[in-house]
Each structure stands twice: as C-alpha cells, then as structure tokens.
C-alpha cells in the first residue's frame, strides 16, 4: 500500500467512523501522522497471526503477516479509545515508548517483533488485561511486569525465558499464563 492510499483509507475511517483498521500486511514502513486523525480507533493492527492452508505439507500453518514498521508515530498518544494495539511481525526489536505510554491500553499484542527485554516501562499499562510476547527474543521476563495487576492473559510461549520470577505471584487476576514452547501453565 502507497502512503496516498494509506491516507485515503485514513480518511475514509474517519468519514465513516469505523472503530478497527486492520492495516496488517501492507508492507508498510511507516505509520502516517494522520492516524492521529481516528479519535474513534478502538482497534490498531498493525500485524497478526494468520492461519493458511499449505498445500504442499497439506495442512493449516501459523504465520505471521506484518509489515516493516521500525517505530510508531507519538500521534498514538491520541487516539483515547484505542484499546487493542497488535504490531505483531514488525521489525521492532524493542518496544517503541509511545506504546508505553498508551495508558488506556488493554490488550497488546507484540508476536515475532525480534523483542529481546520487556522494558520496565511496561508497567505504565495497568490497564492490560492481555499481553502476547510470543515468538521474540525474550530472555527474561522484568519485575515491571508485577505492576500489571489487571492482565488476565500472559503470553511467553516461544521465547528464551528459562524461569519465571515469583513476582508473576503478584498477578492476582491472571488466569492464563503462556510460557515456553506451547506450554500452558
């Protein structure tokens, strides 16, 4: 997708106050600052976790369609009813700080974006009810996330975590927890 369609599907979301803009797999690589026009956004992906028939192997694959986003626009900040923000198959590395400071978030979804640390700025977003870091780099999982009191839904499977930190004890509302390989704790 070109940037001018990029801008033209921008304004027809905001002609027609659409709450989801899916803009998975368009290849793009940069995030326009005319997404800051969609007050109404209750719902960013920006990536996510498709299923495909494979019919070579005969059978249903994972995989993730993306785009090549590196950082994210601080015109995030001003979306107040963004609520679900999935980046998934971006090449992030890190989590961008405009993502921290979403504070209204409650799901965040961040699966194969080459992460290797979940900053401690992550405990900025109490209102998390979901987070996914599946599929990164994860060595370790910070103290930071204890301050995540309302996550109901942890995902941690396919990192290179070794051992969970009794702080996750903490998360008196979490009733799932998704740890290494496709293990369910």
Same mark, same amino acid.
């Given at each position: 997708m =070109?940037?001018d $369609?990029l801008?033209?599907?921008?304004?027809?979301?905001?002609a027609?106050g659409w709450?989801?803009?899916d803009?998975?797999?368009?290849?793009? =690589?940069e995030?326009?600052?005319?997404?800051?026009k969609? *007050?109404q @956004?209750e719902s %960013?992906?920006?990536g996510k976790k498709? #299923?495909?028939?494979?019919?070579?192997?005969g059978?249903? !694959?994972e #995989?993730?369609?993306g785009?090549? !986003? *590196?950082?994210l626009?601080?015109? @995030?900040l001003?979306l107040?009813n963004l609520? #679900?923000?999935?980046?998934?198959g971006n090449?992030?590395?890190?989590?961008?700080d405009?993502? =921290?400071q979403?504070?209204? !978030?409650?799901?965040?979804?961040?699966?194969?974006?080459?992460? /290797?640390? +979940?900053?401690?700025? +992550?405990a900025?977003? /109490?209102?998390? /009810? $979901? %987070?996914?870091l599946?599929?990164?780099?994860i060595?370790? +999982?910070?103290?930071a996330?204890?301050? %995540?009191t309302n996550?109901t $839904?942890?995902?941690l499977?396919?990192n290179?975590?070794?051992?969970?930190?009794?702080?996750?004890?903490?998360?008196?509302?979490? =009733?799932?927890?998704? #740890?290494?390989?496709? $293990?369910?704790?």
């Amino acid at each position: 997708m =070109t940037q001018d $369609e990029l801008l033209v599907l921008i304004d027809r979301a905001l002609a027609e106050g659409w709450q989801e803009l899916d803009l998975s797999g368009q290849e793009l =690589t940069e995030l326009p600052v005319e997404i800051g026009k969609l *007050k109404q @956004l209750e719902s %960013l992906i920006l990536g996510k976790k498709v #299923k495909g028939y494979e019919p070579v192997a005969g059978r249903f !694959l994972e #995989k993730v369609s993306g785009n090549n !986003l *590196k950082t994210l626009p601080p015109e @995030l900040l001003g979306l107040p009813n963004l609520r #679900k923000l999935d980046i998934s198959g971006n090449p992030l590395e890190s989590i961008p700080d405009v993502v =921290t400071q979403i504070l209204h !978030l409650e799901e965040l979804i961040l699966i194969r974006v080459d992460l /290797t640390e +979940i900053p401690d700025a +992550i405990a900025n977003l /109490t209102n998390l /009810t $979901e %987070l996914v870091l599946s599929d990164n780099q994860i060595t370790q +999982i910070s103290e930071a996330i204890a301050n %995540l009191t309302n996550l109901t $839904e942890l995902v941690l499977s396919d990192n290179r975590i070794t051992q969970i930190p009794e702080v996750i004890a903490n998360l008196t509302n979490l =009733t799932h927890l998704y #740890k290494i390989g496709r $293990e369910h704790v």
